[in-house]
């Protein structure tokens, strides 16, 4: 069974920036789509983005779109997502999360490992 580590997230000023981690450990990373999803308080768990197993495709919600990067390092097992332009409604726990997909996958039912998360925070 894969497990996933998040880590990166902090207190940040709008416009600022932040790279989030995810390291995988168990399964063969190297075949999983990989997935990063958020969760405000108060709120349903959103997705974000997602990448395929070779890094290759790469999916997004519409409102990340151009400030935030989802790549990996498959010889390291890590996932990455790079925000830029960070905005208070970016303000959630973001959480990593392993699918059953060949495809990126913005649906919460094709991913069957999470992470603990870890809480971003952007002040205005």
């Known amino acids: 069974q894969v497990q996933l580590v998040e880590s990166g997230g902090e207190l940040v000023q709008a416009g600022g920036s932040l790279r989030l981690s995810c390291a995988a450990s168990?399964?063969?990373?190297?075949?999983?789509?990989m997935g990063w999803f958020r969760q405000a308080l108060g709120k349903e768990r959103q997705f974000v983005a997602s990448?395929?197993?070779?890094?290759?495709?790469?999916l997004y919600t519409d409102s990340v779109k151009g400030r935030f990067t989802i790549s990996r390092d498959n010889a390291k097992n890590m996932v990455y997502l790079q925000m830029n332009n960070l905005k208070p409604d970016d303000t959630a726990r973001y959480y990593c999360?392993?699918?059953?997909?060949?495809?990126?996958?913005?649906?919460?039912?094709?991913?069957?490992?999470w992470g603990q998360g870890t809480q971003v925070t952007v002040s205005s």
């Open positions: 999360a392993a699918s059953r997909s060949w495809f990126p996958d913005r649906s919460f039912d094709s991913y069957d490992v």
């Open positions: 990448i395929n197993s070779g890094g290759s495709n790469t």
């Open positions: 168990g399964r063969t990373f190297r075949t999983t789509t």
